[in-house]
């Protein structure tokens, strides 16, 4: 099994700031997801990743999968309190349905 | 709207009970999953199916069952409840080709054993 740290776990911060949450593992994915959580809801999916390298843009969030597709990041600019969430990365392992995800991370966007 | 519904938002459960959590989804999608979800461990998967009547057990396994029979629903049994599976318990499913496709989630359900 797959283990996904993610890093930090916790962030609070002001409205306007940039933050960066990492996802990070020994093991190798055929595709990274990252989803967002709000209170009393399930989470929400919010990307895909498949390749090495590869970036994609929603908004003000940046998504990057590391070239030997073990570790990601999400990169928020400019942020708002409707940011606010829990974070979380998940990872598939070879061409399985099977989802693993990470430790989550709690953010906090304050005006 | 497609959506995953779970029966209960919250539930609270005597020590010993045998407990039934249910999932109905209306998207037609082969693949269900309970996972559960604890601070700072994000969540784990307990149990999955990828047909009717087929389980495979998930990384926690132990303490549970569960019970596909027909596509749209998927029960996760607690056999007898204990103090220690008092979480939040999430079901999600997706369809079996989109293989970079996304779970879709229930809004959760919180179970407290007492």
């Known amino acids: 099994t797959q283990l996904l740290e993610q890093s930090p776990q916790f962030l609070s911060i002001q409205e306007g700031e940039n933050l960066t949450v990492y996802c990070n593992s020994s093991?190798?994915?055929?595709?990274l997801q990252w989803y967002r959580q709000e209170p009393g809801e399930g989470p929400v999916l919010l990307v895909t990743?498949?390749?090495?390298?590869e970036v994609k843009k929603l908004k003000r969030l940046t998504f990057q999968f590391g070239d030997a597709r073990k570790d990601s990041s999400l990169h928020i600019t400019a942020a708002q309190p409707g940011d606010t969430g829990l974070y979380l990365c998940?990872?598939?392992?070879?061409?399985?349905?099977?989802?693993?995800f990470g430790t989550g991370t709690q953010l906090k966007v304050e005006l | 709207d497609v959506k995953v519904t779970q029966s209960s938002r919250y539930l609270v459960k005597r020590t010993g009970e045998k407990v039934f959590l249910e999932c109905v989804q209306d998207?037609?999608?082969?693949?269900m999953f309970w996972y559960r979800q604890d601070p700072g461990l994000g969540l784990r998967l307990i149990y999955f199916?990828?047909?009717?009547?087929?389980?495979e057990k998930g990384d926690i396994p132990e303490g549970y069952s569960v019970s596909r029979e027909k596509k749209e629903r998927f029960s996760l049994i607690l056999e007898s409840a204990s103090t220690n599976q008092t979480s939040m318990y999430l079901c999600?499913?997706?369809?079996?080709?989109?293989?970079?496709?996304?779970?879709?989630f229930g809004s959760g359900t919180r179970l407290t054993v007492v």
């Open positions: 999600a499913s997706s369809l079996w080709i989109r293989r970079t496709g996304g779970y879709t």
């Open positions: 093991s190798v994915f055929s595709s």
């Open positions: 990743v498949v390749t090495g390298g």
């Open positions: 998940a990872g598939r392992e070879g061409g399985g349905n099977k989802l693993t």
């Open positions: 998207m037609d999608h082969e693949n």
């Open positions: 199916s990828y047909d009717v009547k087929m389980k």
